[in-house]
């Protein structure tokens, strides 16, 4: 049962354009969510968050944005750049009382010059 | 530097021979965790702590040991290896106070890559 669903495998985007990435999830007690970004041969690094009693936060090019009765997320990355090809990850800790971590299957995203 | 360190990097071993991977944090986190991504599973929980003698299963503990004797290390233990292990591990910590363990940004290692023939 896939609490956290990442239906984009893969996104390519040209360099300078949004990058809209995609998360939903089953569980309507999550009320925090992370997104994550990973290289190859590297750890996964934390980008950005959200709790459950915003709809929207911003850093920088980065903002997510929480739709709480769609169940939906999506990270928005504005300009897009060379460097931001990575694979990314959504994830949704809990619920309260629950130490868990789920993770979505991940999106990769390239960034075309 | 703060980091999560695991070793080995790469292992490739045979069916049934007990081996241990290392997790250790510099950081002084109280939450610890392990995961192992496959392809189109993304990343899976296998156990986490959020103290030292405190662990619980994550979503795929099965097959998997841990323990958290010290507050630094947080070891991944499979006693009998089997095939469907094969997968890319990383360790996690994350500070764990302020309200909420698995809320909190975690910090990842660089993965330990298993074979197991």
Same mark, same amino acid.
């Given at each position: 049962d896939q609490q956290v669903k990442q239906n984009s495998p893969s996104l390519s985007v040209q360099e300078g354009r949004i990058s809209i990435l995609n998360c939903d999830y089953t569980n309507s007690m999550f009320d925090y969510f992370l997104w994550y970004k990973k290289y190859p041969a590297e750890g996964p690094t934390f980008l950005i968050s959200i709790s459950s009693i915003k709809d929207k936060n911003e850093d920088g090019r980065f903002t997510v944005f929480l739709n709480k009765s769609a169940k939906h997320l999506s990270l928005h990355i504005v300009p897009s750049q060379p460097g931001d090809s990575a694979v990314y990850f959504c994830a949704a800790p809990g619920p309260l009382g629950n130490e868990k971590l789920t993770f979505g299957t991940g999106t990769r995203l390239t960034i075309i010059p | 530097e703060a980091q999560v360190t695991q070793n080995p990097r790469y292992l490739i071993t045979v069916t049934g021979k007990k081996l241990t991977v290392t997790c250790s944090q510099n950081?002084?986190?109280?939450y610890m965790s392990w995961y192992r991504q496959d392809p189109g599973l993304g990343l899976r929980q296998i156990y986490y702590s959020m103290n030292v003698e405190v662990t619980d299963k994550g979503d795929v503990p099965e097959g998997y040991k841990v323990s958290r004797k010290e507050k630094r290390n947080f070891p991944l233990i499979l006693e009998s290896p089997s095939p469907n292990q094969t997968s890319l591990y990383f360790c996690a910590s994350s500070p764990?106070? $302020?309200? $909420?363990?698995?809320n909190q940004p975690q910090h990842f290692g660089d993965g330990t890559r298993l074979s197991i023939l």
């Amino acid at each position: 049962d896939q609490q956290v669903k990442q239906n984009s495998p893969s996104l390519s985007v040209q360099e300078g354009r949004i990058s809209i990435l995609n998360c939903d999830y089953t569980n309507s007690m999550f009320d925090y969510f992370l997104w994550y970004k990973k290289y190859p041969a590297e750890g996964p690094t934390f980008l950005i968050s959200i709790s459950s009693i915003k709809d929207k936060n911003e850093d920088g090019r980065f903002t997510v944005f929480l739709n709480k009765s769609a169940k939906h997320l999506s990270l928005h990355i504005v300009p897009s750049q060379p460097g931001d090809s990575a694979v990314y990850f959504c994830a949704a800790p809990g619920p309260l009382g629950n130490e868990k971590l789920t993770f979505g299957t991940g999106t990769r995203l390239t960034i075309i010059p | 530097e703060a980091q999560v360190t695991q070793n080995p990097r790469y292992l490739i071993t045979v069916t049934g021979k007990k081996l241990t991977v290392t997790c250790s944090q510099n950081m002084n986190h109280e939450y610890m965790s392990w995961y192992r991504q496959d392809p189109g599973l993304g990343l899976r929980q296998i156990y986490y702590s959020m103290n030292v003698e405190v662990t619980d299963k994550g979503d795929v503990p099965e097959g998997y040991k841990v323990s958290r004797k010290e507050k630094r290390n947080f070891p991944l233990i499979l006693e009998s290896p089997s095939p469907n292990q094969t997968s890319l591990y990383f360790c996690a910590s994350s500070p764990g106070t $302020g309200g $909420g363990y698995s809320n909190q940004p975690q910090h990842f290692g660089d993965g330990t890559r298993l074979s197991i023939l």
